[in-house]
T-cell receptor, first 116, second 113 residues
């Protein structure tokens, strides 16, 4: 069974500082991994995805994530936080271990606060 | 514009009064799903559909029903709502759940009193 664990339900960083949001996955087969962002009163939108091509994935708004198989991790980073990055971030995993019954499984989310 | 539209955005109802939350997508996606979002629990899948007339239970299906009579629509039905179904609900659609982007509606905040 697939699952993701997001360490830290709340993360606060100063404006201009490095953003690091942690995600570890569990999957019986090579996974596909995603980061979604949810701004207040909105639905989720895709930030970036890993689908077995390059292990360093670049997304929108300056975010990137690195797939590390040895650590079963897919941490999200941004070199310099901006006030507009304040949102909730979800890591998600999917795989083909249940052909015909594929699903997308989300972590519990990390709320990012930016300190002026 | 590609979008997933949910209605209503906000709903307050009483225990036991049947309600339907509608979801419609204009991207011709085969896959659609309903999630509920609760603090500290993230998004949990309620039901999903892989095509017209093909639906299956997700992780938390109790108390919910769905139907998929047309490709674009995937309504969520609460036959007898209870207070523990107070939550934020999201509909999503995708070409595939495995390696493509899922598109989400704006959410429906449901309160059952």
């Amino acid at each position: 069974a697939q699952s993701v664990t997001q360490l830290g339900s709340h993360v606060s960083v100063s404006e201009g500082a490095l953003v690091l949001l942690r995600c570890n996955y569990s999957s019986s087969v090579p996974p596909y991994l995603f980061w979604y962002v949810q701004y207040p009163n909105q639905g989720l939108q895709l930030l970036l995805k890993y689908t077995s091509a390059a292990t360093l994935v670049k997304g929108i708004n300056g975010f990137e994530a690195e797939f590390k198989k040895s650590e079963t991790s897919f941490h999200l980073t941004k070199p310099s936080a901006h006030m507009s990055d304040a949102a909730e971030y979800f890591c998600a995993v999917s795989d083909r271990s249940n052909f015909g019954n594929e699903k997308l499984t989300f972590g519990t989310g990390t709320r990012l606060t930016i300190i002026p | 514009e590609a979008q997933v539209t949910q209605n209503p955005r906000y709903l307050i109802t009483v225990t036991g009064k049947k309600l339907t939350v509608t979801c419609s997508q204009n991207m011709n996606h085969e896959y659609m799903s309903w999630y509920r979002q609760d603090p500290g629990l993230g998004l949990r899948q309620i039901y999903y559909s892989m095509n017209v007339e093909v639906t299956d239970k997700g992780d938390v299906p109790e108390g919910y029903k769905v139907s998929r009579k047309e490709k674009r629509n995937f309504p969520l039905i609460l036959e007898s709502p209870s207070p523990n179904q107070t939550s934020l609900y999201f509909c999503a659609s995708s070409l595939s759940w495995v390696d493509t982007e899922a598109f989400f509606g704006q959410g429906t905040r449901l309160t059952v009193v």
